[in-house]
């Protein structure tokens, strides 16, 4: 282990596990294979279990990645063109200025609408049906609140059509379809998983006890209904999932994120091609650019170039991260609710590695 990784185990041991989060995992790999896996704090409080590289971990956001995959191939396929109106995919008719690309990087102009109360326990799953959520959804949560293309806004909303044309092109269920040409393509082991459904793996989720978001989370979701045990520092949920699987659905440990961040490094799932056209930043309608590129945010760290997405809400927080010139990823999972302030500290932990040769 290099100095740097000393310097971030010992970060992560002593600043962010048991203090911002019960657990984590923090992982760094690049196209050959894992370079650092960091595992520790507890998965389940209660029970003392601790976290291992196979516990996995709520997704949140950072399945719109998936999304992403899965309609880039099949743009590939040409069986999509991102300047269509995304209408022409759907049974919503949307405006012919909302395209598949502006859903994509977010321009599209959808609500900002984060979906908190679309969720359900995991008991609760078996009476769900997810195609009447589609057709309820897709027209009751379609709102603009601003001019197409002007500027970038997120939006679950529009990861949950992109879900729907996935599944309407390949004709397909949306889970099915990134099962088949995304996970199984990715040659996980047998203990690594991504996927949209609890097992005995899962950790359990928190959020800390006497803070604003504690508060606001308070407020926001039925306590009665979806707070589990709690300790002197977190309060802790229910097994319960996030109805909205292309934009918030996923499940997984690190090893598995970063697997799929290795093949796209590699060019299996999608060409090298596309996913540079991936990387590149948008332009808005006034032709400044954005922050946002086609499914990732790009920024700098320590002067170095990074396309990333979060994932964050009830009980988990993780960001994907790939810093394409050093041919690297970085996978870091925790089982609390995301605030600000992670997004901030995830680019500071990332100092401690980068200059490592």
Avoid at 144 to 173: H, Q
Wanted: aromatic letters at 12%; charged letters at 25%.
């Amino acid at each position: 282990m290099s100095q740097n990784f000393n310097q971030l185990k010992t970060y992560l041991d002593d600043k962010i596990t048991g203090k911002k989060s019960p657990g984590v995992q923090f992982l760094i790999a690049d196209s050959t294979g894992i370079l650092f896996d960091y595992n520790s704090g507890f998965a389940d409080i209660e029970k003392q279990i601790p976290v291992d590289a196979n516990t996995e971990f709520k997704m949140y956001s950072a399945t719109k990645l998936m999304t992403m995959i899965g309609i880039m191939q099949l743009v590939e396929q040409g069986k999509i063109n991102l300047d269509d109106p995304a209408a022409k995919y759907t049974k919503i008719k949307y405006a012919d200025d909302i395209t598949v690309r502006k859903i994509l990087n977010h321009t599209a102009g959808f609500s900002r609408n984060p979906f908190i109360k679309e969720i359900h326990l995991v008991e609760e799953d078996t009476n769900f049906n997810y195609a009447e959520f589609m057709d309820y959804a897709l027209p009751h949560y379609n709102k603009i609140i601003y001019k197409t293309g002007k500027k970038n806004s997120y939006s679950n909303y529009g990861y949950l059509v992109l879900s729907e044309i996935v599944a309407n092109v390949s004709g397909m269920e949306y889970e099915a379809y990134i099962d088949q040409y995304i996970t199984a393509e990715l040659g996980l082991i047998e203990e690594d998983n991504i996927g949209f459904k609890y097992t005995d793996q899962t950790a359990k989720g928190y959020q800390k006890r006497r803070t604003l978001t504690h508060w606001a989370y308070s407020v926001m979701v039925d306590k009665d209904k979806y707070y589990a045990h709690k300790s002197k520092d977190w309060q802790g949920y229910k097994d319960l999932y996030m109805r909205g699987l292309g934009f918030g659905g996923g499940i997984a440990n690190a090893r598995a994120v970063a697997a799929l961040m290795q093949n796209l490094m590699n060019h299996g799932i999608l060409e090298a091609s596309t996913l540079e056209e991936t990387f590149k930043r948008q332009i808005y309608n006034s032709n400044k650019t954005s922050k946002q590129t086609l499914g990732w945010w790009h920024a700098e760290v320590d002067s170095r170039q990074s396309f990333y997405h979060p994932g964050g809400g009830g009980g988990y927080s993780c960001e994907v991260r790939i810093y394409p010139k050093k041919g690297q990823v970085r996978v870091m999972m925790m089982n609390k609710t995301q605030t600000i302030g992670d997004l901030k500290m995830f680019a500071k932990i990332d100092k401690l590695w980068l200059n490592e040769e």
